[in-house]
């Protein structure tokens, strides 16, 4: 029975924490309010480590050692997706602030959270300190909700970011550091042997954040990685070399996977913001209206607007308000390109010197179609009107196959 309860809480555990965020949104509340309120009363009345134990029939230890790893991946993969909402040009406003919050602010945190668990828990100094130490971490799975519901000034908002996810790599080199001072079986380590941790820690993080953030987007920009495997491949190379610093030294994952996240958002060279995101960060710096302009983003802006109903967002193409789709604070806003597409059909049938034009639209949709048809009727007036000459049809056609071939028929 102990596999069926399991499993039980293996799949109760994504679907509470959608419903808390899904709940959050709906009342207008943090979502960390409800996520923690979920994950508390789940906690209560099962306890995953137990089960593992129970399950293996082995001895209760087991069952922290199983959960760690699981658990540390998960940690390093939302300080990736952290990452790569950072941006360095947000820096200008915040970079002394942030840099003070997580240098004197985390030592200042340290310090008060190691004298209340020694004064209030009773701890010893050593247990103390390490307790202070893992406290001084906020996270982003705290900061980004809060930031999200109450909507800060573009710069006290930057700050908070940055510092919800810098924190996290800083608080568990911090943990490991006291932990090797204090904790080591062959007596206190010294400064020396510390400081030499912190700096393989920072050259293991940083190398290997830095080469993989590298090779992911030569990756992409050579078309090494199709477009829909990129999302599932930054995702799997963010967990291996999560693994793999840890390997080298340990807890330099988190640094490498905060490293990986800022470089990739921070480089030229590819996108990798999803339409939604970049409307995320926009209103995050106090914009009050949002203009977007393909009709390949139409499904982002509509998300984007239902998140932010007080925003308004322009899209210069799409249908959202004609079909309905759209909420109250989007709209669409349509400039007359067909007839430019036309008189571009109908120069091109006029100069062509062997009877055949093509027309190259970005994708197959109703937007590339309504364009290229206005490019070939222009075309085919010129071509039967003009020049008194018969047209063959094969533009469409194309078009049709290419439509078929993309959808697998």
Not at 103 to 110: D, E, L, M, P, S
Not at 365 to 388: D, F, Q
């Amino acid at each position: 029975m102990h596999d069926r309860y399991l499993l039980l809480y293996l799949a109760a555990v994504p679907l509470l924490g959608i419903t808390a965020q899904w709940l959050a949104w709906r009342l207008r509340v943090p979502s960390i309010l409800l996520l923690l309120a979920f994950g508390i009363s789940l906690g209560y009345f099962v306890r995953p480590d137990q089960a593992l134990a129970d399950l293996t029939g082995s001895d209760p230890s087991i069952g922290p050692r199983l959960l760690f790893p699981p658990v540390s991946l998960a940690v390093g993969i939302i300080l990736f997706e952290g990452g790569l909402t950072l941006r360095f040009r947000e820096l200008k406003a915040a970079g002394r602030g942030l840099v003070r919050l997580v240098t004197i602010g985390a030592a200042v945190a340290w310090v008060l959270n190691a004298l209340a668990a020694w004064w209030l828990l009773q701890f010893d100094v050593r247990l103390a300190s390490l307790l202070g130490a893992i406290l001084v971490v906020t996270g982003p799975t705290v900061v980004g909700p809060l930031l999200r519901f109450i909507r800060p000034q573009r710069r006290v908002g930057s700050v908070a970011k940055w510092e919800g996810i810098v924190i996290d790599p800083i608080g568990a080199v911090l943990a490991v550091l006291v932990f090797e001072v204090m904790f080591t079986p062959s007596g206190p380590a010294t400064l020396a042997s510390a400081m030499l941790i912190l700096l393989k820690t920072g050259l293991v993080g940083g190398f290997l954040g830095l080469v993989t953030a590298w090779f992911l987007a030569r990756s992409v920009q050579r078309y090494w990685i199709p477009d829909y495997l990129q999302g599932v491949a930054f995702l799997a190379a963010a967990g291996a070399v999560f693994a793999l610093s840890n390997a080298l030294q340990r807890e330099a994952g988190l640094v490498t996977v905060t490293v990986l996240g800022i470089a990739l958002a921070n480089q030229r060279d590819i996108s990798i913001r999803r339409v939604n995101e970049l409307a995320e960060d926009l209103v995050g710096q106090g914009a009050q209206l949002v203009i977007f302009n393909s009709d390949d983003m139409k499904d982002g802006i509509r998300e984007a607007a239902r998140l932010h109903p007080d925003i308004q967002f322009l899209h210069v193409s799409g249908d959202d308000v004609l079909t309905g789709k759209a909420p109250k604070n989007l709209a669409n806003l349509f400039g007359k390109m067909e007839y430019g597409k036309m008189m571009a059909g109908f120069v091109a049938a006029m100069t062509t010197k062997t009877g055949k034009i093509g027309y190259l639209g970005p994708l197959v949709n109703e937007e590339t179609r309504r364009l290229s048809v206005s490019c070939y009727l222009g075309a085919k007036y010129a071509w039967e009107t003009i020049l008194k000459k018969k047209t063959r049809g094969q533009f469409l056609n194309s078009l049709k196959e290419e439509r078929e071939d993309q959808l697998g028929g």
